[in-house]
């Protein structure tokens, strides 16, 4: 087995987020039930940042309880095999930036996004939202799993349990 190349991962998850537009967002509301939604967004020194409505169910879980996972999942029409898409999920710390200052990343929005649709946007009820990811798992399909220690550089330990190996027979 060839020596594991953390420069290499850390390079194909940033490749792969960026070819990404929207994230999965996975928050806990105020009974402690989980709650799934997705969001436009963009990256910046390594944070997540969402702009997210006040109306929103995401927004307000957010206000009460900052953790959250992020889940970047490959499109399903350009996988080759449905149970090995390419994914990565992050365990977040979330804050509420507000609709003020923080011109660089509303022009990285722009650009990704047009404009005129961030200029209505901010206009409306949005805040926004940095997601700093503290760990998480990119797996690039089978075989190639490996848990993020450390999503601020800390490096990759390669997931092997023994799984895929076949289940015992009856």
Do not use: W
Not at 93 to 122: K, V
């Amino acid at each position: 087995m060839k020596p594991q190349d953390d420069e290499a991962i850390r390079s194909q998850i940033s490749n792969f987020a960026d070819s990404l537009k929207t994230l999965v967002l996975s928050t806990v509301d105020e009974l402690g039930s989980p709650h799934a939604s997705y969001a436009p967004f963009v990256r910046k020194d390594g944070k997540f940042y969402v702009y997210l409505s006040r109306i929103a169910d995401h927004y307000r879980h957010l206000e009460r309880n900052p953790l959250a996972d992020v889940l970047l999942i490959e499109d399903e029409s350009r996988t080759a095999n449905p149970f090995a898409r390419r994914r990565a999920r992050f365990a977040c710390r979330a804050e509420n930036l507000g609709n003020e200052g923080h011109e660089a990343i509303f022009a990285l929005f722009a650009e990704r996004f047009g404009q005129s649709t961030i200029a209505m946007l901010r206009d409306l009820d949005f805040s926004l939202f940095g997601l700093e990811p503290r760990t998480g798992r990119y797996v690039a399909g089978f075989g190639r799993a490996y848990d993020i220690i450390d999503s601020a550089g800390g490096g990759f330990a390669h997931v092997d349990r023994g799984g895929h190996g076949g289940a015992a027979q009856a």
